[in-house]
């Protein structure tokens, strides 16, 4: 949840999962709303869709720091043991002392334990199973939201739906951690609705429904995609390291070959030493880099959150297109149909940035 959402005048938060001043709503909404979150404004209540979600978030969050911060120690460690040690091979060359070796073999069992606790601990497969389970309470509610049946008229039963919800929801958190794997090898099929039942919603009733959907998911979702795509790069991102790093190598490496011709004739050993210190560094170093970068797919991750703005963005004024007209005159189906399709693009990113970050290297 942004720190930077919408608050309600009775404090709690108002957000795409939070919907405490829809609560009393017109029929079905408000019902519905209370049958995702029976306890809102109970600190301690029973497991409901919005605890389940927020007790997933909280672990995704502290279990992404937690993965991201030994990764980062790790290759610290790890590049720092390798640079002391080629400084000692390549350029001291001296007879090894416990001052010259320590901090080698410190830095190098450090960086190993700390990879050993990231393989054991599994932190990665943690923090990306909390993140699927948040982001699948989330497609539940709005999924059973927009399903015609329950909009098309006053005597609607709640019941199957509550019944269905309770059943996906603990389906969700009794989720294996190798579900990881299943979901790398599948995606999800666009669903539509049965032209029938889009046909029977009242007018009004789904009006109220596009309202309330434009406001807590599509826009929800177009803020957080567009925020994400607008982020500066860091430094490591920046795609000219990779050519500089290969042709500086390369470049010293064709200097040593240079210097080590029998047409150059000067003291040129410890010159040469260095340069070949630098040449081997060099590639560690980007490996560091890389490993760094990859770890969290920050660039990668950029993309796909502008492919999906502009798609998302495409469906809101298809939406405004459909609906600009008398809510008389509105194609239901068609109307539906975008609904549906919003939340197939949103379950289908879900399966992509899985895939993407199930493949991050966490060392290397």
Request: hydrophobic share 45%; proline share 5%; glycine share 6%.
């Amino acid at each position: 949840m942004s720190d930077g959402a919408p608050k309600s005048t009775s404090g709690e938060p108002d957000d795409d999962m939070h919907d405490p001043k829809d609560r009393g709503a017109a029929f079905p909404l408000g019902e519905f709303l209370r049958v995702c979150d029976p306890h809102v404004g109970v600190s301690d209540c029973d497991p409901c869709l919005r605890s389940d979600y927020e007790h997933a978030d909280a672990h995704s969050e502290s279990g992404q720091r937690r993965h991201l911060t030994l990764v980062r120690l790790s290759v610290t460690c790890g590049f720092v043991a390798l640079f002391w040690g080629l400084l000692q091979q390549l350029v001291v060359r001296a007879e090894p002392t416990p001052a010259k070796w320590w901090p080698e073999a410190v830095f190098t069992f450090a960086a190993f334990v700390l990879v050993l606790i990231t393989l054991l601990l599994a932190t990665q497969r943690e923090w990306l199973v909390e993140r699927y389970k948040a982001e699948a309470l989330r497609l539940v509610k709005f999924r059973l939201l927009i399903r015609p049946a329950l909009w098309n008229g006053d005597t609607v039963n709640l019941r199957a739906i509550q019944n269905e919800l309770e059943a996906r929801r603990a389906k969700i958190a009794s989720t294996p951690h190798g579900i990881l794997e299943a979901l790398a090898h599948t995606d999800e099929l666009p669903d539509l609705p049965a032209t029938k039942d889009c046909e029977r919603v009242d007018a009004k009733a789904l009006a109220r429904l596009l309202d309330f959907y434009r406001r807590k998911r599509l826009d929800s979702q177009l803020a957080y995609f567009e925020e994400r795509m607008r982020e500066k790069p860091g430094l490591l991102e920046n795609p000219l390291l990779q050519p500089l790093f290969f042709f500086f190598g390369i470049g010293l490496s064709m200097i040593v070959l240079l210097l080590e011709s029998p047409w150059v004739h000067f003291d040129k050993k410890s010159l040469i030493h260095w340069l070949v210190f630098g040449s081997v560094a060099l590639p560690f170093g980007w490996a560091a880099i890389r490993t760094l970068r990859g770890a969290n797919e920050s660039a990668r991750n950029q993309a796909r959150s502008h492919a999906r703005y502009d798609a998302l963005a495409e469906i809101r004024r298809s939406l405004d297109a459909a609906t600009g007209g008398p809510p008389e005159a509105w194609d239901r189906a068609m109307i539906f149909g975008y609904l549906y399709l919003s939340e197939s693009i949103l379950a289908s990113d879900q399966h992509e940035w899985l895939r993407l970050m199930s493949e991050a290297e966490a060392y290397g």
